[in-house]
């Protein structure tokens, strides 16, 4: 019996015998990973699904039995972990001799351990816990000193506490091995082992917080989450997307009191498998931020008169309360008297408020701010700008309401063209663009011009963990398996990498490449032309290579063609449209090649995209952002509506100036106040993704739904029902149907034909088994009057969630009763860590293959023109005079709303500008002096910092730090020393 992988490749079943009963079982996979896939609870601790085995625990033993050369039946205690499945392997979990050696190993393990459970964070949650009672350890016999040790300061992220260590070295396999850290080891003398930094420090990896995960007991948690720390059993869950970038990893944030309070990696076969970067971990404050809009704000201009003529809310009318002929009917105010009273209710006069006539806005209730904004917008053109961080469902209503026609995609020009190039890409029947999870089939990896580690971090961890896995003739000559770890680290260390990189910069992942080479986009461009020619001669050739440009095409074409399955890695944060082109006809040549030789089509693109729904925006259609802002300076709308806003971070601040002054009323749906919405004559305040139900498309075109678990506070709503209350309000009667997120979906579905598939994305809102919703707290969950004693003695009812199948209460569906597109968290009765996926059969394939996840909506749409041939730019030459400006992405800093986090800020380099020395020298300028950079519409200075890997004529421009402008990168720029120094 078989079962596919990924690709297709057959996978060959053996039987194997446990506790004297067959099992099927995929061979090659080690025993522990079996016996968990088919159910057994078999305590471990050094195992991990994705790091595999080093049997250093030697938690796992059970009996192994085997037959020698003269058919006589021998066994002996063996660790599971270790033992290879084959065809008759046989094993018992409960033999005896196991079942004491388990337990005498574990309380060898917690003759050190602190006895501080009660107030140890990772009570409820810790593995070591699991593993102490399921092998029946529950009293101490030892009475001695035990081993302490000083703690370190590992920076805003990680605490450090080494006393409750159990020596498993799963923190420095993860944090060396796979994710290529080298500030943090394992420090050893006799007996005595140490875990942490030559000395106390901020932790240097960018994926740091993967070891409060990857840790079985409490010794790395999580530090912001301790400093207003809630126990596992009384966070509300959901299942979700991570905002902080384009590539869609899958988590599980948890809130209590109104706050969310933390995020865990979830599950996702297809992307993050089981890890988080920090950013995606840690960026997620801004949902707490003072800066939040909650409440719903109208300017005094545009209050409606109900807004002070209508009774307060539960008063008895007074026409209703008397018979008419005996109380007069009172003379409505006029719509001046109106605006006078609401002006001296709000304390806001038209003629003392300086800018528009509105002023500021008052706040109001969501009702009668929804009836100021539909009559701002009736009989009136409006314009609508969408937003990249918006849900696809928000982005439909906000189309819907103002018109294809008037609907403008609220992306940079640059981030709109070069998505408008991935789509491209997509449409080409002969390319499909591949996920991260497909890294890990690849034989060779090329990036082209891509700093993954800072644009799209779980693409550098994905990349280093296909590095240590990936398999070679040294492991298939000895048949030293995947998940044998001990071996495989010890052979690649010695193994030469297979991973070329091509970038404007230096970048983190050139530690680990067999060859990196630095030059302007434009440079990039005709090396990957260059090297598709080298592939395929039916490639055009490219004019006027160098003798070095043409040797180095020659050497990584040949490197990258000797294989099966190359894969191009590229995206977005060059600016640079025509690269991405030229990786995609690279990826054709390498095809072609792979077909000529091998007879299969297997090279690969991965192409990288800036936001989370950067790719859905655009397939809504519209116009770009700039074409929106030049219509409102025509006169062309008489109206604005602006969803989630940011509008400063995507186009020169000199537009927005000018928006700003100009006398058009705006209706803003913002998450947090910024200019624009200070500006607004309507405020109704929008959901974050913590708080609404939504859908988002990821870089490969994969639509994955993200439920709330925070209730909003206030007037806060999804933005998509804001927008259907006000399509009500205008008499559109399409949105009366509008009474879930699926129903948006449905109707996008029926209109669009390249969402076709979008509504399978997850079970809809009315799903239900037996009648139950998913529980979104678990039934430990505590305080259900203590929450709400400042307001009520009495249990709240649960709040009401039409827009998904979860319910804000502890009755309902658990996580072992749930469908695996619905788990709210990991959770089985004995597992009460993230160690328990294999519950749910959700770690590596030991027993079937893997289940995708969301919807690729691009993998049909193949039915676009083939793309034509890139002609190659002229080479780069430096200007006297002038610098290039390219991009200089931060993990921490360039995003923006991952910056209200303290400890992102912390991290967040100050603003500067980058040369290297050869251009500092004829600048004249030494580290920290202030540099001008002029372009024709602005100028602004930072100081100085050398970056050696930049090219000379080229100057580096951090994306996104506060306090430099938005520029379109690549731009042509002139820098200066400033005056003065």
Sequence with gaps: MVNGDRRGAARKLVTVVID???????????????????????????????????????????????????????????????????????????????????????????????????????GGECHLQDMTVMTGHSYRRYRGRKRTWVNQDLGPFVTHELNRCITCYRCTRFYNDYAGGRDFGVFGIRNQVYFGRAESGTLESEFSGNLIEVCPTGVFDDKPFSRRYTRKWDLQTAPSVCPNCGLGCTTTPGARYGELRRVLSRYNPDINTMFLCDRGRFGFEFVNAAERVRQARVTAAVLPPTAVTDQPAGAPAAAEAAPPTRMPVPEAPTEEAAREQAAAMTGMHPERTGGRAGGE???????????????????????????????????????????????????????????????????????????????????????????????????DLAIRTWLHLRPNEVEERNHIRRWNDAGITRIKRREPSALWIATTHATKLDEVAAGAHRAAPDDLVRLALAIAHEVDAEAPPVAGLGEDEAELARRWAASLSAGTAPLVVAGCSTG?????????????????????????????????????DSLGLRLLGGGTLVQGLAAIARGEADVLVVLDGGLEHRVPA??????????????????????????????????????????WVNHEGRAQRYFSMLPPRGDVRPAWRWLREL???????????????????????????????????????????????????????????????DRTVFEPGPVPDPDAPFAYSLEGLQPQQSPDALRARTWWPGWNSSNGLHRFGEELRAVGPAQPSGVRLLDGAGGGPELPQVAAPPRFTPRAGEVLLVALPHIYGSEELSMYTPGIRELAPAPYIGLNAEDAERLEVREGDLLELWLPWMDTTAPFRLVPSLVTGTAGLPVGLPGLPYISLPARARLSRAEGQ
């Excluded at 471990?44 to 250093?56: K, L, Q």
């Excluded at 270790?82 to 004491?100: C, H, L, N, S, V």
């Excluded at 990786?583 to 990288?608: K, M, P």
Aim: proline letters at 6%; one cysteine or more.
């Design 727 to 789: 399509l009500v309000r205008l008499g559109r009667r399409e949105a009366r149907g509008w009474k879930t997120p699926d129903d948006v979906l449905a109707a996008m579905e029926m209109e669009l034909p390249a969402f076709r598939g979008v509504t399978a994305v997850a079970p809809p809102a009315g799903w239900r088994d037996h009648g139950r919703k998913v529980a979104r707290q678990p039934l430990r969950w505590s305080g259900r009057t203590a929450v709400d004693a």
């Design 576 to 612: 640079s449209s025509e690269l991405v082109r030229a990786a995609a006809q690279l990826t054709l040549a390498l095809r072609r090649a792979c077909h000529l030789r091998a007879g299969v089509d297997c090279a690969d693109l991965v192409l990288t995209v800036p936001e989370p």
């Design 361 to 459: 806005a008052a706040p109001l209730t969501g009702e009668l701010a929804l009836d100021a904004a539909a009559g701002l917008l009736r009989g009136r053109r409006a314009l609508g700008i969408g937003s990249p961080r918006a849900s696809l469902e928000a982005n439909y209503a906000l189309r819907a309401l103002v018109g294809p026609a008037n609907f403008f995609r609220g992306m940079s020009d640059t981030d709109d063209r070069l998505v408008s190039a991935v789509l491209a890409v997509a449409a080409d029947p002969r390319l499909r663009l591949a996920s991260a999870a497909d890294i890990h089939d690849a034989d060779a990896v090329l990036v082209l011009g891509e700093d993954v580690t800072n644009t799209a971090p779980m693409l």
């Design 654 to 695: 000199m537009l927005v100036d000018d928006l700003l002054r100009r006398d058009i009323p705006v209706i803003a749906l913002p998450v947090l106040e910024d200019r624009l919405t200070a500006r607004a004559d309507v405020v109704l305040p929008a959901a974050t993704f913590a708080e609404e139900t939504g859908t």
């Design 20 to 122: 004297g009963v067959e099992y099927q079982a995929e061979e090659g996979r080690n025993m522990l990973d079996v016996a968990l896939a088919l159910g057994f609870d078999l305590p471990y601790f050094c195992w991990h699904p994705v790091m595999g085995s080093i049997g250093a625990c030697r938690q796992c033993a059970v009996r192994l039995y085997w037959t020698d050369r003269e058919g006589n039946e021998k066994s002996e205690i063996a660790m599971a972990c270790m033992t290879e499945a084959q065809e008759g392997t046989k094993i018992d979990i409960f033999d005896p001799d196991a079942i004491r050696f388990r337990a005498e190993m574990i309380e060898l393990m917690m003759l050190s351990h602190p006895h501080d459970c009660p107030v140890c964070e990772e």
